[in-house]
């Protein structure tokens, strides 16, 4: 039983879910990525073509008797379309007033927007004459405040209930988890809607029901359990091909985790992932006439697309030395803490085994597998602009490998890296851009220098034709911050030792009322 802290783990568990999404949702970044065109169409129409879109993005084609789609799988874009279509009421009515407004106006050119990319510029000036720039906007945000921060939220809240198992300390767990969520690239890839982070949430979530390492939890039986597994693999491979390695990863799990009824449980978990699955296959019937071929297969030419297939090859050693050491997008310049977890499984030898040989092979084998399947991947190099992305999944389970470290070091140390490792990812929260410059340090540079950021203002910032002179030297994020902090503590508010003590003395004692 782990060792209980101030509150009931349960109490804790819903304040940390409200305390992340709220943080999370605050750092919300604009990004207009392909996964919203894909959910804007299901929202509105109920389908599975972007043709409203048509050249607004990259990665929108055209294939011949089936119009516009996106070239991803489509399981963000779903989840993402279910606020959205709850939120049209509002959404759409502001769209149609801000248009009326323009065009009774006289406006036929858009305004300046005064970006430092020139794409973002084109991008700006061609959705607003569309009528869509605050179409854009508002899907954005609601898509990021209501699916993926509270998605991430959920994924840190699991990583406080696997870790208070695992050092039987709901202290200790709550502060790893907030280290997982605020110190590491989870907080720079839920800015926006990212199914790659998605990807590692789900998963952890199918591997945290499967593992059940309180034991004593029997209310879910085992093939409750290997269903939920299967789900969260399959909901892995909706939301990317790569997610094939953590399906797969979740599979063998199953089987070994449950091997007195290894059939049952590998029964049960397929039939679990079977509805993603299904579901995938449908989507890519529905948008281009073969249910197994993904996306990428209709795609035309785009760079890198020559090599292998579609882009698709055996690993490649360059490949795989910039997933973790370029200095825009390497997992470990990113998050150098992540190297704390390549000591994990022998600490863990040494700490007798707080996590068991089976789950710690999981833990280990997930992230290499994931590693070697995207060293394969050709278009990894165009992560220079947006960031750690391919190897975001293994994210929560690196993660875990960095605690068992993090718990054995001298203290003092400990306290070090995690403050280090929040102030890098909290700069990279603020300030996204990881192209120019430094890489992965130019955020931490400009926030050190500049100030304090947050995403969406400095957007705003941008739009000084607009805003006039309100916003002519920048949105300050201090108010919004403040705002935050009282809103936290409102959240863990709790009252004092001595004021609970001292109600319960003046109350009066019942069991004494009618003695003589």
Known sequence: MPEPWILPSRTIAVRLFLTCWLIFAVHLATNTVREIYLALAIGDHLSFRVDDYANMHSDLFEKKGYGWHIGANPGASMLGAIPYFLTRPVTDRIVRKVNQARAAGGLSEPPSYSSPWPMAREFYREAWKRGYDIKFGLASVVMQALCMAPISAVGVVAMFYLLRQVFGSDRTAFWLALLYGFGTPVFFRTGFLNHNMMMGHFTLLGFLAMWNPSGGNQRWSPAIRCFAGGLAGGMAMLLDYSG???????????IARYSETWFKAALVYTLGAAGPVLLL????????????????????????????????????PDLLRILLFDYRFGLFTTCPLMLLGLLGPWWNRRAKHPIPTRELLLISLVPVGLWLFCGGISYVRLQYNNGLRYLAPLLPYLFISVTLVLTKIPRRWAYLIAILAVAQAWSMAMYRDVERGFGVLDPIVHVFIGGLQLPALTVISRMKDQFGEYVGNGVSPLPVFALVAAIICAIWWRPSAAATRSSQTEQPDLMAVGRP
């Open 244 to 254: 094939i390695v953590l399906l797969a990863g979740l599979f063998l799990y199953a």
């Open 281 to 316: 296959w449908f989507y890519q019937f529905e948008s281009f006439g073969n249910p197994f071929f993904p996306g990428q297969h209709w795609m035309p030419p785009v760079e890198w697309i020559d090599v292998g297939y579609q882009g698709f090859t055996y690993p490649q």
